[in-house]
């Protein structure tokens, strides 16, 4: 009995041992682990640390080569802005002796302008005597013109030259002026060949008006172009193109003009039927 009892003490007490023992193991791994998670801790703070300060280093790296940069510009811009002021200066020294030499010029022309307006006088009044021979030539002519209606003056054709040609359509030389009154051809009444101009026997009545471009035409090849000054009901005056005047229009000469619309030729009239 005594034994038993002895045995269950011990047993007891050897429990406890095991008891305390492992409680005590318990502890020392706790505090081994929270050492190395410190440690762990203090280790990656430590790297964060030492990653901001490489970060902050290369920041400044960065801004140095920055300020180099920049510096290098600068420097590079100055140095430009001296070149471009050192040609400003060569410039404004040239523009000066130009300014020199023009006001030189100046000078002269100032001295010489009393003769050139002396002689832009006489061309103004030369050109004026001129206009009037032109207006009272032009006058003449429309008076010539008016008297040969009156009287209904036939066109005598001089020759074959201004007869139409059959394939006119086809020529493309615009479509042929047709005198309403009588639906013929107009052709050309009078010329002046001093002063570049022509009458012929189409006017307002006959849709012409001033300003409009006309080809002269004979047989199959254009003559000459005019350009309308002057239009009456049943007559027009034209001038002659700068590049025409030395051309010789002939009484008879057909009249012409190109239109928005398809090319044709009068059909209302024989090819060969002379104007009035």
Known sequence: ???????????????GVLLLASVYLYNSNQGEKRARLQKEMEVSNMTADLAQKEASINDLAKQKEDLKNELS?????????ASDSQLQVQSLTQNVSTLSHDNEILKKDAEDK???????????????????????????????????????????????????PEDFASLDLGVLVEKKSRGVPSRVQHTDPMFGFIVFNAGSDDDIKVGTLVN????????AKAIVRQ??????????????????????????????????????????????
């Open 114 to 164: 009393p003769r050139k307006i002396s002689s832009l006088m006489r061309s103004l009044e030369d050109a004026r005597n001129e206009k009037k021979d032109l207006l009272a030539k032009v006058s003449s002519l429309q008076t010539q013109h008016q008297y040969a209606e009156a009287a209904d003056e036939p066109i005598e054709v001089p020759n074959v030259e201004t007869e139409i």
């Open 73 to 81: 510009t600068k420097i590079s811009s100055l140095e430009k802005s």
């Open 231 to 276: 239009v009456q009901l049943q007559t027009s005056g034209a001038m002659l193109l700068p590049e025409w005047k030395e051309t010789v229009i002939k009484r008879g000469d057909l009249i012409s003009q190109y239109v928005l619309q398809e090319k044709k030729i009068l059909t209302n009239f024989h090819p060969n039927t002379p104007g009035q």
């Open 1 to 15: 009995m005594a034994d038993n009892r002895t045995l269950g003490i011990f047993s007891m007490g050897l429990c």
């Open 216 to 223: 002269i035409i004979r047989g199959r090849q254009l003559v």
